[in-house]
């Protein structure tokens, strides 16, 4: 079954201090893997496509990198408005569904100033 | 500005009534989607649309219904018949091509039930 698990649920780090949120997956077939990044209430703002296994891609303090298992989000310097939910999804290369995205529960990042 | 519009921004529903959701996007997308979200869980697909005059049953698409008559307009009821009602709904909307689309959303309703 397609799968796609998001780690940690939840992250808490000070202004500053760099981390990365991983997002896992068991897919047959990768067509893409998008991130996302989610404010309460509102509705998914879309940040990265990557497509295939060892490509990067930058957004400000934001860098995604993807493998044949797994995607990283790397967050470089974190300000208190890097708050947010961050939602990983996959597109898979078949089917009726002509590969609709199937998403991780996202990963709850607070940055403290 | 380009982009997708839901309205109302929430939604109350009483016992026994239907409800539509309405989204609208000017982006002239082909494809059109409709997803629930739950507090702990991802995002889950109820009905897409890749065309006008069709449209596709998602993962959860019972005690739900959705009509596509026009490119930028993709409405979603929620009938009497879906017990669980009171979620987050979000619209999406991309482009049809051979690689992966990216999918954009709209700011989404929250339906609460009375």
């Known amino acids: 079954e397609d799968q796609v698990t998001q780690s940690p649920e939840a992250l808490r780090l000070q202004e500053g201090e760099s981390s990365s949120l991983n997002c896992s997956y068991t897919?047959?077939?990768?067509?893409?893997l998008f991130w996302y990044r989610q404010d309460p209430g509102k509705g998914p703002e879309f940040l990265f496509t990557?497509?295939?296994a060892g490509e990067e891609k930058e957004k400000e303090r934001l860098k995604a990198t993807l493998t044949k298992k797994e995607s990283f989000l790397h967050i470089t310097a974190p300000k208190p408005e890097d708050s947010a939910t961050y939602l990983c999804?996959?597109?898979?290369?078949?089917?009726?569904?002509?590969?609709?995205?199937?998403f991780g529960k996202g990963t709850k990042l607070s940055v403290k100033p | 500005d380009g982009g997708i519009t839901q309205s109302p921004k929430y939604l109350f529903r009483k016992e026994g009534q239907n409800v539509t959701l309405s989204c609208e996007q000017n982006?002239?997308?082909?494809?059109m989607y409709w997803y629930r979200q739950d507090p702990g869980q991802g995002l889950r697909l109820i009905y897409y649309?890749?065309?006008?005059?069709?449209?596709q049953k998602g993962d959860i698409a019972e005690g739900y219904s959705v009509s596509r008559e026009k490119k930028e307009s993709f409405p979603l009821t929620v009938t009497s018949a879906q017990k669980n009602p009171t979620a987050f709904y979000l619209c999406?909307?991309?482009?049809?091509?051979?690689?992966?689309?990216?999918?954009?959303f709209g700011p989404g309703t929250r339906l609460l039930v009375l």
């Open positions: 897919v047959s077939g990768l067509r893409g």
């Open positions: 999406a909307s991309s482009i049809l091509g051979l690689v992966g689309e990216t999918q954009y």
């Open positions: 999804a996959v597109r898979t290369n078949y089917g009726g569904s002509q590969g609709n995205l199937i």
């Open positions: 649309s890749q065309i006008v005059n069709d449209f």
């Open positions: 982006l002239n997308h082909d494809a």
């Open positions: 990557l497509y295939s």
